[in-house]
């Protein structure tokens, strides 16, 4: 997961924030908040030149759970694909209850499914596509 956080591409964010039909206005101030970092290269004591990044979201920055939320729009859509294909079978408590596949808080995830290797294999694919 730290992998999709960290490479993430802001083209990426800002593409998933009008397709999930936020305003010009407040994808143009998210964009401004993620895209004003840099960081200085010092050598020798001296600041030599900046390094400006285009990918990835700040571990510890307040936005970043949040954008990461939209990122889990993708794999929530993934882990539905695979239980709809029959490939991944989630977890239900008992008889008539919904069947759980996933929770996600903030940057954590929880992932449910039957222990075998069909299932495994399945989200073992859907994390590869989803990095």
């Known amino acids: 997961m730290s992998k999709a956080f960290d490479g993430v591409e802001w083209k990426f964010i800002e593409s998933k924030m009008k397709e999930l039909g936020f305003s010009s206005r407040w ?33 510890g920055d307040p936005l970043s759970p949040f954008l990461f939320h939209i990122f889990d729009e993708d794999l929530t859509s993934l882990i539905q694909d695979g239980q709809k294909r029959g490939n991944i079978l989630g977890f239900q408590c008992n008889r008539g209850r919904p069947v759980i596949t996933h929770l996600f808080f903030a940057d954590d995830s929880l992932i449910f499914t039957k222990a075998n290797e069909k299932n495994c294999v399945a989200i073992i694919n859907i994390l590869a596509d989803y990095g």
């Open 27 to 59: 994808i143009s101030l998210i964009m401004r908040c993620i895209s004003s970092v840099s960081y200085p290269v010092i050598i020798n004591g001296e600041v030599c030149s900046n390094i400006i990044p285009t990918t990835g979201l700040r571990q």
